[in-house]
């Protein structure tokens, strides 16, 4: 994946972070984590999800080691998904 579209999947997730509701940017979140080979701003997305939306009120968050999660359980199934992006 070339760096433009890569940057571009990473402003689109952005803007629906922002201006989409979460059942419609965690979806699209997972779907970029999927499709963008090592998509680490995946992490920093979840840091912002629980920024701008979070309770606040607790000392750890779930949000950003949910993404991690995500992301270290897709990594031997991306290996099979052969993607030419």
Do not use: C, Q
């Not at 890569?6 to 970029?32: G, H, M, N, T």
């Not at 992490?43 to 607790?58: A, K, R």
């Not at 949000?63 to 998904?81: D, K, Q, S, W, Y």
Request: charged share 10%.
């Amino acid at each position: 994946m070339t760096l433009r579209k890569r940057i571009a999947a990473s402003l689109f997730v952005l803007a629906a972070i922002l201006f989409l509701p979460y059942w419609a940017y965690l979806p699209l979140l997972a779907v970029a984590m999927v499709l963008v080979p090592f998509y680490w701003e995946a992490i920093v997305f979840g840091f912002l999800i629980d920024v701008l939306y979070g309770s606040g009120g607790t000392l750890f968050s779930p949000a950003p080691l949910v993404t991690l999660l995500f992301l270290v359980i897709l990594l031997p199934i991306r290996e099979r998904i052969r993607w030419n992006l």
